[in-house]
């Protein structure tokens, strides 16, 4: 969608003191990312935070319990628990965990495919890879879900669907909420991916985000699909090149707090 330069400037003006008020740090402790918050150091945190953000749907209450549960399982250290998993030793700490369609057989398929994969690499290198110059985010998606999926044991189907890729058509809102954490820089978002620009970013793109973002003018598309978070993404692009993904905070804050974003577009 392209904006005018009158709606353009409107719009920012809107849309920059949301975002100042809900990018604080308060905003972390009813939020997914609070759970790699928890940790200090950053390869905990990349991994925890990939659980957390598979895991971040349904009741937030509920699900943040779960992760604190899943925490609690690991040890409190996911990265040692990851490198060093065992089918036979360690299956008993995963056993009867779950969080919606998500189980502990989908948990230790995961582990198992992030030890393979994080033997001599990083989760930012893996993703970065598979980055293509006219696409690096979604070429980056694509790539890393491929990866994990394809290193999961005897590479189960089910897995798959906890997955999403571009390539079906998915907005794939859980790995771009998940590398607006591990890139954007604080007081949310933890910046640890120094390699990958803000600007690169795309948008989350869900149903209330998407209820939020037609509201104001930013999405024509109706459905809540990967076009529509390119649409998404390229409107944001106009209200700040350097750093679209800010606006996920407007959208989403607004939706989680219950509020209803307004701004009428004048005619041109």
Known sequence: MKLDTPNLDRLRSYLDPIVDRFEQADFIKD???SIPHGFEDPDDQSIIGLFAALLAWGRRDIMLAKLVQLCERMDYKPAE???TYSASSSRSKLEGFVHRTFNANDAEGLTLSLQALLTDSSLEDIFRRGMKAESPIES???YLSEQIVQNVPGQPKRIQKHFARPSSGSSCKRWNMYLRWMVRPGPVDLGLWKSIPARELLLPLDVHSGRQ?????????NANDWKATLELTKACQQLNIEDPARYDFALFGTGAAGEQLKFPISES
């Open 31 to 33: 939020d997914p990312i």
């Open 81 to 83: 628990f990851v490198r």
């Open 140 to 142: 980056g998606i694509q």
């Open 213 to 221: 973002a037609r509201c104001i003018g930013l999405i024509n598309r």
